[in-house]
């Protein structure tokens, strides 16, 4: 009884309202959200169908989906969990859908430029957003990067955490950080037009991989969702929010 409370709360926090009317439940890696909320309405106008997508990042969703969460189908930021998924008999093998850039974003265009390195380590930046390093994809490409350049341990006082991406935008977009660690996609939102960014070409890139559950309550539609995001439709909205 402990656990089916324990679920029942998490999925209230979760899966957003109304998402129980839904034909589809998908789990989303938070980078993947502007592109997301394209996809969705051109899947549903093609096909009649409710989809209904929760956004966070990629090891909360993949926590919770151990853990009985009733998705259908996993995008995540990593191949590593719908791997793991796999191999444990959770999922229908992954495939890439598709690979993400960093780029380091800020607000303000003095702290913008052809060396991302020298950015960070400016005395005037006092604050960095970053994804959460062990749990979200990008959160841990950013490190990676940081340290391939010898500036990690000098850069780390400076860190803010976010739980996802999205947040670590979030935080460079409201001040809350002078710059931040993104995702590319978010630089083609209303909001990152308004700022400027540099590419960190040294943060490896993000291979994002989906996975159908095996206990997914609607595997058709999950079907049909999987063979959607190979349309041409599809491949030209990923395009145009940077992603490969």
């Known amino acids: 009884m402990k656990r089916i409370c324990s679920l029942i709360l998490a999925l209230c926090l979760l899966v957003p309202s109304g998402a129980f009317a839904a034909d589809l439940f998908i789990a989303q890696a938070a980078n993947f959200t ?36 009733p998705f259908d189908i996993f995008l995540a930021a990593d191949e590593k969990r719908p791997n793991k998924l796999f191999a444990d008999g959770l999922a229908e093998k992954p495939f890439v859908y598709a690979k993400g850039q960093v780029v380091l974003w800020s607000n303000d265009k003095n702290f913008c430029g052809d060396d991302w390195k020298a950015t960070v380590v400016n005395d005037a930046v006092k604050r960095v957003s970053i994804a959460n390093t062990e749990t979200a994809p990008y959160g841990t490409s950013s490190m990676k990067a940081m340290q391939a350049v010898g500036i990690w341990e000098k850069v780390q006082p400076k860190l803010v955490f976010g739980q996802s991406i999205s947040q670590a935008f979030q935080f460079a977009s409201t001040g809350s950080a002078d710059a931040g660690f993104c995702a590319y996609s978010s630089v083609f939102t209303e909001v990152g037009q308004k700022g400027c960014f540099t590419v960190v070409d040294e943060a490896p890139p993000v291979v994002q991989a989906a996975c159908v559950l095996k206990s997914a309550p609607h595997a058709d539609a999950a079907a049909k969702f999987v063979k959607f995001l190979a349309s041409p439709e599809v491949q030209a909205m990923k395009l145009k929010y940077g992603y490969k």
């Open 34 to 69: 502007p592109v997301m909320k394209e996809i969705i309405p051109a899947f549903e106008k093609a096909t009649g169908l409710k989809a209904q997508a929760t956004y966070a990042s990629t090891g909360k969703l993949y926590g919770q989906i151990v853990n009985d969460a």
